[in-house]
């Protein structure tokens, strides 16, 4: 029957799926084992190659899982009254979450797939920020404290977006060794001058 086949290969690939994040987890894609994966699965090797050609496919999933999971905790937070500050520091409170969830190396290694044109779901020459919800959602952000007159008429929604996230990445990746409060402080003054640079005069 050609719907329990279906059926029967999306099971297989939640499983192997879910051994390669969890082996990621443990050692970090660079250093994941094909082998191991598939056996974890309980699948031939030849398994993990049909369903993700490449280990960057599996990561390239999970980035997407934590982007929708990311904007959905986001969203709901815009949609209550707030200002940039607040829109701003949920972003970084979710983006640590997130850091947190998958792991140091693992983040670093989405983060760095995410610019690389390696990345399986980017064609050669796109815009890499093209269908990135995380960067859709923070211009939205911008866009209405705009509207609310907290940032100055002229200013560009998209490179205040962009400006933001490409520093937020730096200082998580950068950071991590620090203190948890000198993290926090680091991050804070971020966020400051971030505001400083579109406050309304």
């Known amino acids: 029957m050609p719907r329990s086949r279906d059926a029967q290969r999306a099971q297989t690939r939640q499983r192997v799926y879910a051994a390669a994040v969890a082996e990621f987890r443990q050692v970090g894609m660079a250093a994941a084992d094909v082998g191991a994966i598939a056996k974890a699965a309980g699948v031939a090797r030849g398994t993990f190659y049909f369903h993700f050609p490449a280990k960057e496919h599996v990561l390239a999933e999970l980035e997407r899982h934590e982007e929708a999971r990311l904007v959905g905790q986001l969203a709901r937070y815009l949609a209550a009254p707030h200002d ?12 640590a979450v997130m850091e947190r969830r998958v792991g140091k190396t693992l983040f670093r290694e989405m ?3 995410h610019f ?6 980017v ?7 093209a269908d990135y919800p995380v960067m859709t959602t923070v211009v939205e952000a911008v866009e209405l404290a705009r509207a609310r007159g907290e940032v100055y008429e002229g200013a560009d929604a998209l490179r205040t977006a962009q400006f933001f996230l490409l520093g937020l990445y730096a200082v998580l990746i950068t950071s ?8 926090a402080e680091i991050l804070d003054n971020f966020v400051a001058t971030v505001l400083r640079s579109v406050e309304a005069r």
């Open 116 to 121: 690389s044109p390696r990345r399986p779901d």
């Open 123 to 129: 064609l050669p020459g796109a815009d890499k920020w």
């Open 111 to 113: 983060l760095g797939l």
């Open 84 to 95: 940039l500050q607040g829109a701003l520091g949920e972003v970084v409170r979710l983006m």
């Open 176 to 183: 991590h060794e620090n203190s948890k409060a000198v993290r």
